[in-house]
């Protein structure tokens, strides 16, 4: 992956989270280019297959794909930054990232995306004004 299409990521996300919205800006830790499909996966190293990502969230999905809803237990791909819209998956609820979707309910859940220092951290940057709104 050369300098210019990291760039083109990290532009095309306006330097934010596709998965979590936090702004690199905002975030101590360097954001990270993502696979949504990973490599193990034989998903490809091109733009569409890419995604930019906080250092938890990446952490955190690792090289999975897909998920346990843990409402229904059935197996649930996770949200696709490429093909799938955030709005119709995930809302908050102050700083909580809450689900509308069983695809929104497991990438909260694999992702952590409601560890409690990551809503703390949003709370605090909510309190001085940064939105989470695209
Ligand atoms: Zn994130």
Same mark, same amino acid.
């Given at each position: 992956m050369d300098n210019a299409l990291r760039e083109f990521i990290k532009k095309r996300a306006n330097? %934010? %989270? !596709?998965? %979590? @919205?936090?702004s690199q800006d905002s975030d101590i830790l360097p954001f990270q280019i993502d696979h949504i499909i990973s490599l193990k996966h034989? +998903?490809?190293? !091109?733009a569409t297959n890419l995604t930019l990502s906080c250092y938890s969230c990446n952490a955190h999905k690792g090289p999975n794909i897909a998920g346990i &809803?843990?409402?229904? +237990?059935g197996v649930t791909r996770l949200f696709h930054? @490429? @093909? &799938?819209?955030w709005d119709k998956h995930f809302l908050w609820e102050g700083a909580y990232l809450l689900d509308s979707t069983a695809i929104g309910r497991t990438t909260i859940d694999v992702l952590s995306i409601n560890l409690l220092e990551r809503v703390e951290l949003r709370r605090t940057l909510m309190a001085i004004g940064i939105s989470f709104e695209a």
């Open positions: 330097y %934010c %989270c !596709e998965y %979590c @919205r936090m034989h +998903g490809s190293s !091109e &809803d843990v409402k229904t +237990g930054p @490429r @093909r &799938d819209q």
